[in-house]
């Protein structure tokens, strides 16, 4: 069976001569995003879904409660496990828990919670690229949700660069472009960078600079989108409690 | 999950004066919502919801051999997890009893011959036929997990949609030939029948009720699951739970099962035929 456009052979083409890329998207545009924070009838103490295009994402957090097993691995602070399953990809989960367990362990105050530990779920319901910056924009929210103290929200996204043009928030067919691809997480407010990571080979620092600068803008697009719907949070909480009026 | 006595106590004395904590009847189901053709990227899929239970199933159409005795039928396996954002309790969720009793309660259910026609997933009799993966996610789990797996399971085996298939038969010692159809509008339903649903009663103290919460599955003493097809027969049961059951009256609460079981694979059929407006996930 041959399929146009996913040939090993020939080149693929990932950009337009107008400039658009396979979804008719222009290279700065993130896919459309949908969130939610705190999904009805659910029991945990805080949960997001998180949607960027096909690729939908469910986490959830548990905690901060007390530890009961005996494996004290940091005695003063808290214990943070992140659990992140994707049916469709088993072994990617070896290489993104531990980068998202210190991503977060870098924003939440974990210092005010000692002896207490800290259990954060992800499971991807579809795939479609930007699998890691998913995950962690959905994190970012369910913490919110969950009301745990961060100094501030983390928002990711990925940046590749296909045919020297720099191109935000990768689909899946882009994601197996060659080419280098960088997911990076950037502190809302600050803009300080907490996640950076590069999977090829970069031909310059320029580029590189090229690629974090895009990423920073795109971060800032999925933080306003982010925002905007944790302000429907707090709208709903309070008129639900009556601190606001009808 | 853990429960106090008192709890039990609580929920047990409900139960024999017909009273439940959510206001139901001991044998009524709570709102069933089921949806299909959730996701683009699998050849079929489902999510199920029921109170606070939410399950979601992928089916995974591929070509593989034949089986069977004539190497006449198809196979489908089942894969299930309770995914971690359940909440549930690590060390529980890992423990795979969890994941295994849900996994083949399924897989047996649909060995019965009835259960789906694997005759029309062989494509060259003895060479090729299709294999359908079914993977089960547990997205929630507030009682009544299996069930709600089986509604769902159905609702995506009916609404799996595989592309044309033409198998030419290989000369002596060579392989057979595959032609796919590219076209999205050939593709067509891969399986037509009556794929049968789980439906539970579970015992707590001396009464049975249908559709258990969590907090009622973790007080009950036993649970039947009873697979039912839309004629109302019994297809398999499987009982769980610590208790020992009473002979007497086990017949009326089977025909209760039944009788829901008729019930929800009607309600299915209708969102099936209607095509409905799905919800979507969460946002």
């Known amino acids: 069976m041959k399929r146009k456009g996913y040939g090993r052979g020939g080149r693929n083409e990932y950009i337009s001569l107008d400039g658009l890329r396979v979804d008719g998207r222009r290279p700065e545009e993130v896919r459309h995003i949908a969130c939610r924070i705190g999904t009805p009838g659910n029991s945990v103490d805080g949960n997001a879904y998180f949607e960027q295009g096909n690729t939908r994402v469910l986490a959830t957090v548990v905690g901060p409660r007390d530890r009961k097993s005996s494996t004290h691995r940091n005695e003063e602070g808290m214990d943070l496990k992140c659990n992140y399953s994707n049916r ?80 935000i928030d990768l689909n899946g067919y882009e994601s197996s472009a060659d080419g280098p691809v960088l997911q990076i997480g950037v502190l809302a407010q600050t803009g300080s960078i907490s996640l950076l990571d590069i999977s090829t080979r970069l031909s310059s620092t320029s580029q590189l600079q090229e690629m974090v600068s895009a990423g920073t803008e795109g971060c800032k697009g999925i933080y306003a989108v982010v925002r905007s719907e944790a302000h429907d949070l707090i709208i709903r909480l309070a008129s639900s409690r009556g601190v606001l009026g009808a | 999950m853990h429960i106090s006595s008192t709890e039990v106590d609580y929920i047990a004395l409900g139960a024999s004066s017909d009273f439940r904590a959510d206001g139901r009847h001991a044998f009524e189901f709570r709102d069933v919502i089921v949806e299909s053709h959730l996701v683009p990227s699998v050849s079929g899929s489902s999510r199920a919801q029921v109170g606070g239970t939410d399950v979601l199933v992928y089916v995974k159409a591929e070509l593989g051999p034949a089986q069977g005795k004539n190497g006449t039928e198809g196979v489908i396996t089942f894969t299930a997890h309770y995914s971690s954002v359940t909440g549930l309790d690590n060390e529980v969720r890992t423990s795979n009893m969890l994941n295994a009793e849900l996994e083949e309660s399924l897989n047996r259910l649909f060995s019965e011959k009835q259960a789906a026609n694997l005759e029309r997933l062989c494509l060259l009799e003895g060479r090729v036929a299709w294999t359908l993966l079914v993977d089960v996610t547990v997205l929630k789990a507030d009682g009544n997990v299996l069930d709600v797996a089986s509604f769902a399971v159905r609702n995506a085996l009916l609404s799996t949609l595989v592309p044309h298939v033409e ?117």
């Not at chain 1, 070896?94 to 998202?100: H, N, Q, V, Y």
């Not at chain 1, 924009?137 to 020297?164: E, F, Q, R, W, Y």
């Not at chain 2, 009326?252 to 099962?257: E, Q, V």
Request: overall charge negative; proline content about 3%.
């Open chain 1, 88 to 167: 469709q990809d088993r072994r990617s989960a070896r290489e993104f828990e531990p980068l998202l367990e210190n991503m977060f362990r870098s924003v939440i105050l974990v210092d005010q919670y000692p002896k207490s530990r800290l259990d954060i779920s992800v499971e991807v319901i579809q795939a479609d690229g930007s699998l890691l910056c998913a995950a962690v924009n959905a994190i970012s929210l369910a913490l919110l949700h969950a009301g745990v103290p961060m100094k501030d929200m983390i928002c990711a996204a990925t940046v590749g660069m296909i045919d020297g043009m720099c191109v």
């Open chain 2, 167 to 283: 198998v030419i038969r290989g000369e002596e010692g060579e392989a057979d030939e595959i032609e796919v159809d590219d076209e999205p509008a050939s593709r067509r339903l891969l399986l037509e029948g009556d794929p049968p649903v789980f439906i539970s009663v579970c015992l707590l103290g001396s009464k049975w009720m249908l559709d258990a919460s969590q907090d009622e599955e973790a007080s009950m003493t036993s649970k039947l699951s009873v697979g039912v097809n839309s004629s109302g027969k019994v297809c398999g049961i499987v009982k769980a739970g610590e208790g020992a059951l009473e002979w007497d009256g086990l017949g009326d609460t089977l025909k209760t099962a039944a009788n829901m079981g008729v019930k929800i694979i009607e309600g299915l059929r209708k969102v099936q035929a209607s095509r409905a407006e799905t919800v979507g996930f969460f946002a």
